[in-house]
């Protein structure tokens, strides 16, 4: 029997989302990117309201890794406008995004191998009080009980699935008002999959507002408000979750069916 690395209260089934209403969040108006000539975000538009969770489906190299990237800040844009809480933040650092609530756990987990767990969670809240560090160590060890009994050992020996717990949990470290999941999913055991899934679940039953980034369609938009089908850099299909898993395009290309 594995033993369970997350403790995860039982929360009631997800309705379907109706279309969101007053001021979003966070809006993205033309929006675009490139590596080099290569252009990878072709002008996009979306918007998330506070409490949503958002998914964003899409094959490999649709443009999801770098609309987060870009969001954060670590990308930098060409084009385009992104309007946080109001305010134009487009040429805002990421640091400085940070500050204001936009934190993300990055595609590959990323974290600091010879550094010790609770140092990798301590460096997810360096933009915090010191003195607010302690509960939020509390807080992120509630959810994953494995952290903290493994909080003094290098990150670098913890399991793939243990690693993104940690990378999700740095992120939740720096008291976000948007998390911002990149592909949390990807390279994980079924059963370490539904775990994840789970504490993302949690979350969003907690109010938070999610932007997931997942390859794993079916999983991401049955846990989603809404969704954004993303192709070489263009959302080709917005709609509820629910909308979307029964749209007959995203079953056959995205969901095998």
Not at 143 to 158: H, S, V, Y
Not at 159 to 164: E, K, L, P, R, V
Not at 169 to 193: N, Q, Y
Request: hydrophobic share 40%; net charge positive.
């Amino acid at each position: 029997m594995p033993e369970p690395h997350i403790r995860t209260p039982m929360t009631p089934p997800i309705p379907r989302a109706t279309a969101p209403t007053g001021t979003p969040l966070l809006q993205v108006r033309g929006l675009e990117s490139s590596y080099g000539r290569i252009q990878a975000l072709k002008g996009l538009d979306l918007e998330i309201h506070p409490g949503e969770t958002v998914a964003l489906v899409g094959a490999n190299g649709a443009g999801k890794t770098t609309f987060l990237r870009t969001l954060s800040g670590v990308q930098p844009m060409g084009r385009g406008q992104i309007h946080w809480n109001g305010q134009d933040i487009s040429r805002l650092r990421s640091d400085q995004r940070m500050r204001q609530g936009i934190c993300q756990s990055p595609e590959g987990r990323q974290v600091f191998g010879p550094l010790s767990i609770e140092d990798n969670l301590r460096l997810g809240a360096y933009t915090r009080p010191r003195q607010e560090v302690p509960g939020a160590l509390d807080q992120v060890y509630a959810l994953f009980p494995i952290l903290q009994e493994k909080r003094r050992l290098p990150a670098g020996t913890l399991s793939g699935g243990q690693q993104q717990m940690l990378a999700i949990g740095r992120a939740l470290m720096g008291r976000p008002r948007l998390l911002l999941l990149d592909e949390p999913s990807m390279g994980l055991a079924p059963l370490l999959v539904q775990e994840v899934f789970n504490v993302v679940r949690t979350l969003k039953a907690q109010g938070m507002t999610i932007v997931l980034a997942e390859q794993n369609a079916f999983a991401a938009l049955a846990l989603a408000d809404r969704g954004y089908v993303l192709e070489t850099g263009e959302i080709t299909l917005t709609g509820s979750g629910q909308d979307l898993i029964h749209n007959p395009q995203v079953r056959a290309a995205y969901l095998g069916m």
